[in-house]
């Protein structure tokens, strides 16, 4: 199978690639600037430059299509600038895959768009989120159901992704969370109620890649099914790092230092996977406790 992938150069997307060219696919890799990726050239990986030409050609080839593009929301302060280059880096290339894809002859039988958790209201309540329930009315919530919108505009299969926080032992959220009680300080997020929806990266690639061998259609959470309190992750990381000393942290305190980032890190919601636990796809790392200790190794 020929798989197009845009926004294939992140943490998600590199570790999709590799695992879908060794299952023996062809993958036209999309980037911004693609003199950083030359080297992931090879027999079965093209680098492209990102533009409606090289678009329209490679998608002429493709059976398949994951959108992965959008700018990292984690790491910066969302000043006003910043939630415009959220909003365009998704919703502006999304609109750009679909109306190539609209434009094709011959269109890729499916585009697998990504979206985020972030689409569900954000709150301390422990209700269990399906991929029944509506988006909330914030920011990042707004984003999600634009960007989702666009996609579902393709004359195609759509299968939207909404992905839940992603733990990697190196890269993106975990190392922070790990690291003051690395250094022997925990760190307590008051009130502790507040649910930290995740999914180890691994089990991401794989439902990634068991959403285009079945080719399904309409929102999948890829989330663990076990989601957790802050309280539950304090405890766990607690238990397995022993820090000297831990430090209880008032919401404020993490509005201060984080912005409105902290808004959408520190109250969560109870999402669950049902559709992929419907279809029998199986997790590799369902609760946190397997993670910490894998990472740990």
């Given at each position: 199978m020929k798989v197009a992938i845009i926004?294939?150069?992140?943490?998600?997307?590199?570790?999709?690639?590799?695992?879908?060219?060794?299952?023996g696919h062809t993958i036209f890799l999309f980037a911004r600037d693609v003199t950083k990726y030359e080297d992931l050239e090879s027999e079965k990986v093209r680098v492209i430059p990102l533009n409606p030409l090289n678009l329209k050609e490679a998608l002429e080839e493709s059976d398949a299509v994951i959108n992965l593009a959008g700018a990292n929301i984690y790491g910066t302060r969302w000043t006003e600038s910043f939630k415009k280059e959220i909003r365009s880096s998704r919703i502006d290339t999304t609109r750009l895959v679909v109306d190539t894809i609209n434009s094709l002859e011959k269109k890729p039988e499916i585009l697998i768009n990504s979206s985020a958790t972030g689409y569900?209201?954000?709150?301390?309540?422990?209700k269990v989120i399906t991929e029944q329930d509506n988006n909330g009315q914030d920011f990042l919530s707004l984003v999600c159901r634009d960007w989702e919108n666009e996609a579902v505009k393709a004359n195609c299969k759509v299968c939207i992704v909404r992905t839940a926080i992603v733990l990697d032992r190196k890269q993106g959220a975990y190392p922070k969370i790990v690291q003051p009680y690395k250094s022997g300080v925990g760190i307590y997020i008051k009130p502790g109620?507040?649910?930290f929806s995740w999914i180890h990266i691994e089990d991401l690639i794989s439902v990634f890649k068991f959403v285009l061998a079945n080719k399904m259609t309409g929102p999948v959470n890829a989330?663990?099914?076990e989601?957790?309190?802050?309280?539950?992750?304090?405890?766990?990381l607690k238990s397995v790092y022993k820090p000297i000393v831990t430090i209880p942290v008032p919401i404020w305190a993490s509005h201060l230092a984080l912005g409105e980032i902290s808004h959408y890190l520190?109250?969560?919601?109870?999402?669950?996977?049902?559709?992929?636990?419907?279809?029998?796809?199986e997790f590799h790392y369902k609760d946190f406790s397997s993670v910490v200790k894998a990472f740990q190794g």
């Open positions: 926004g294939g150069t992140g943490l998600i997307g590199k570790k999709l690639y590799k695992s879908l060219v060794e299952d569900y209201e954000n709150t301390v309540s422990e109620k507040q649910m989330s663990s099914p989601p957790l309190s802050y309280d539950q992750m304090h405890k766990t520190i109250n969560g919601a109870n999402v669950y996977p049902k559709v992929l636990i419907d279809k029998q796809f």
